[in-house]
C-alpha cells in the first residue's frame, strides 16, 4: 500500500481522535475531572496505534514479492517486520481461501502450504517460529497474506501461477 493510501484510509480516524483529545484536554482545564483526563490518555494512545498502522501498511514493503526462483512473504511484525524467502521448491500448494463470517461478512486470503524442508527453515527463526505457530491452526498454513481489495489476490494468484514451477499446486477454496 502507498503512503498516500494508508494516510487517506486512518486519516479520518487520526483526526477524531485528536480533537477528542484536545476536546479532554479543555474539559481537564475547565472541570478538572480525571474522566477527561482518561478520555484524552486514550485518545492519544489511539493516535499513536494508527501511526503505527499507518507506518506498518506503508513504510515495510510488499506483503508478497516472487521472481521465477523464489517467493519472498512479509512475516508479520508490527514494529519490526521480517521478511520469509521462500525457494518455490519449498512450496506444495498455493491456495487462495474465500473465509465466509457472521453477518454476511467475508474475506479473502492466501496461504502457502510448504514442504517439510520449507517449514523446517521457517521455525529456525524464534520469532517467525512463534508467527507460524499462531497462524497454523486459523489459516492452515504457516504462511498466510490477505489483501482488502477483493480482486487483487485474484491477479496475484495468476502471476504466481506464471512463475511457479510445474510441482506447485494451485486451489481456491470456499
Sequence with gaps: MRASQAVREHGLTI?????????????????????????????????????????????FGPLLAA????????AGGFLSPRSVRLDWPEIDTVTLHLWRGRRNTAARYLSFDLTDEGTA????DPRLAARARRLTPAFGSPV??????????????????DLAPDSVRFTEKT
Aim: glycine content about 10%; charged content about 15%.
Design 15 to 59: 483526526g477524531i481522535f485528536l480533537i477528542t483529545a484536545v476536546l479532554a484536554g479543555i474539559g481537564v482545564g475547565t472541570t478538572g475531572s480525571a474522566v477527561w483526563a482518561v478520555i484524552g490518555v486514550l485518545c492519544l494512545a489511539g493516535i499513536v496505534l494508527e501511526l503505527l498502522l499507518v507506518r506498518a501498511q506503508a513504510g
Design 67 to 74: 521472481d521465477s526462483d523464489h517467493v519472498w512473504v512479509r
Design 121 to 124: 527453515e521457517l521455525t529456525a
Design 144 to 161: 498466510a497474506i490477505a489483501e482488502p481489495r477483493p480482486h487483487a489476490l485474484d491477479e496475484v494468484l495468476r502471476e504466481l501461477r
